[in-house]
């Protein structure tokens, strides 16, 4: 196909975003975030509703905020006291979708040396998430309760518009809807409004390619499996 040589530059962007989750000791510039996230707004939204919310935490705000989330995960009772803002995940898992999620959740346990039944590394791998995987930048993204599904899809355009955005500035991400568990948490440290719902944090900053956890690439089903050509 005679595409534009542009393409290139939009596809690998792309195709190179995978999860992180062991970043380098960099700052990121704030300029570069407000410059990734104006790119990011222009997501299409119906009627131009534009759902999204973000807080951009780093320094002493990331770090707090991680720390108040950490200690309630690490404490069994008052964990099991946090339940997510949102159903993410089916109630009942079933095939294929369970199938996915155990491949690649054994092959980043594989890497990252933790067998089957190490509950303590798992729970400690776990709470890395709330520390952002020591990103320099961790994003807490927010929408408006009151807004229908439709929003939320609208939502998922934006939230990848800044992780390619991030991706071709040279910088990487990890969605991370393991926040969700502790909104209450979240809204009391950052002061949400009555009507905000956590979607989601981010951690955003420069990839630690020594990490071995990095080097996980997850597989994707072809074009075939997913896609039915009608009229073609």
């Known amino acids: 196909m005679d595409y534009p040589h542009s393409y290139r530059f939009v596809d690998d962007a792309i195709i190179s975003r ?3 989750r062991a970043f380098l000791d960099r700052p990121v510039d704030r300029a570069i975030v407000e410059d990734i996230l104006e790119v990011a707004s222009r997501a299409p939204s119906g009627t131009n509703m534009q759902p999204w919310s973000v807080r951009v935490l780093a320094g002493e705000a990331k770090q707090r905020l991680s720390e108040r989330v950490v200690a309630v995960f690490d404490d069994p009772a008052q964990s099991a006291e946090h339940t997510e803002e949102y159903p993410y995940y089916p109630k009942q898992w079933f095939s294929p979708y369970i199938d996915r999620r155990r491949t690649v959740g054994f092959a980043l346990y594989r890497l990252l040396g933790i067998g089957k039944g ?34 939320w899809l609208d939502y998922g355009m934006f939230l990848q518009n800044v992780m390619v955005a991030a991706r ?11 926040f969700t568990q502790f909104h209450r948490v979240i809204a009391e440290e950052l002061s949400l409004g009555e009507h905000e719902a956590v979607v989601c944090g981010m951690a955003l900053g420069y990839a630690d390619m020594s990490a071995p956890e990095n080097t996980l690439i997850t597989e994707r089903e072809p074009v075939g499996q997913f896609a039915q050509f009608v009229g073609w």
């Not at 990103?135 to 229908?148: M, N």
């Not at 071709?168 to 393991?178: F, I, K, S």
């Open 18 to 20: 995978h999860s992180i």
């Open 118 to 151: 190490e509950k303590d590394k798992m729970h400690a791998q776990h709470a890395r998430n709330y520390r952002f995987f020591d990103a320099p930048v961790g994003l807490i993204f927010t929408i408006d309760r009151r807004l229908e599904v439709g929003s």
């Open 168 to 178: 071709a500035r040279g910088l990487d991400t990890c969605p991370q809807a393991a």
